[in-house]
């Protein structure tokens, strides 16, 4: 019987542990069951105003990233996205400028169609804004099922399911977020670590249930430092989503619809110029 060495035991036992823990990781089944909920969200930006002493007038295109939160067609993203970022109205940095969103489009992973969506709501102190699409023709949204919940602690480690930038495809990839502490102020959040600590993303436990939702942070006082990612509670997140679907539907309803493209105009038919008789010829 050939006895092992014991750098060649602990070699193994490592090994042996590694390809269990590759084995318990829930990476690959969070991209199968929640990547559907992850869309891109694209407009047109009309940014207006001066700075520095000078005036522009530009228009460019953004692409972000989107959550589905509810399946009517009902999507979540970072406000900062669409207009004027938040770091930009910090204590006296103050810029008179404008962004209006305009032409939102809401594309699923999959489906090339662009989908016609308005800006239904924001909310401005979690840096939230509200995508609702005008109509879903007959087809389905998945949605985060926010009543499949999980309370976080300190030391835990969630993960986000978001998407690379079109040029990779739309590609869904699971990152990691570290829970590394607790804050009380300016509300009850979680602090985060790591790459997937993105908002406005909800995180999964490795069963696949919400621990809450990514947001953006500033502090309060005066010492506010910068923005900092953090974990803000699904029972706040939900309360916001629930009055943020209701105000984007009442501005659907009063939103003047597309128009639609007139039809090509045909072309009436020419008749045929009636020939004349060559002079001279029979009559």
């Known amino acids: 019987m050939r006895i092992r060495s014991l750098p060649s035991c602990v070699a193994l036992a490592a090994a042996l542990l590694a390809a269990g823990a590759a084995a318990d990781a829930p990476h690959g089944k969070l991209i199968e069951t929640r990547a559907a909920t ?9 940014i207006a105003g001066s700075m520095g002493g ?3 007038d530009q228009e460019r295109e953004m692409t972000a990233s989107g959550v589905v939160v509810d399946s009517c067609g009902f999507i979540m993203m970072n406000s900062d996205a669409i207009s004027v970022p938040r770091f930009f109205r910090r204590g006296n940095q ?19 169609t662009e989908y016609p969506a308005i800006l239904g709501a924001t909310d401005s102190k979690l840096g939230l804004a509200f995508v609702l699409i005008r109509d879903l023709k ?35 990839v699971c990152d990691e977020a570290k829970v590394v502490g607790h804050v009380t102020k300016p509300r009850s959040m979680w602090v985060l670590q790591g ?8 995180l999964y ?11 953006y942070q500033e502090g309060v006082g005066d010492e506010q430092g910068g923005f ?42 020419e008749k045929p110029a009636e020939e004349k008789p060559a002079e001279g010829g029979d009559k």
């Not at 103050?94 to 489906?111: M, S, Y």
């Not at 939900?238 to 209701?246: D, F, N, S, V």
């Not at 659907?252 to 493209?261: D, G, R």
């Open 38 to 46: 992850v869309v891109t969200v694209k407009a047109a930006l009309k």
């Open 54 to 56: 000078r005036s522009f």
């Open 94 to 112: 103050q810029h008179d400028f404008k962004v209006t969103p305009t032409n939102l489009r809401v594309i699923f992973p999959g489906d090339e």
């Open 138 to 172: 007959g087809r389905n949204a998945a949605a985060v099922d926010l009543t499949n919940v999980v309370e976080p602690k300190v030391g835990d480690t969630l993960y986000a399911v978001t998407r690379l930038e079109q040029g990779f495809d739309y590609a869904p």
């Open 195 to 202: 790459g997937g600590a993105d908002s406005p993303h909800p």
């Open 205 to 215: 436990n490795a069963d696949g249930a919400v621990a809450g939702i990514v947001i």
């Open 228 to 269: 900092r990612p953090f974990l803000l509670p699904l029972k706040i997140a939900t309360g916001t989503i629930e009055r943020a679907l209701k105000t984007s539907k009442q501005a659907l309803e009063e939103a003047p619809k597309e128009e639609e493209k007139p039809a090509e105009e045909k072309k009436p038919e």
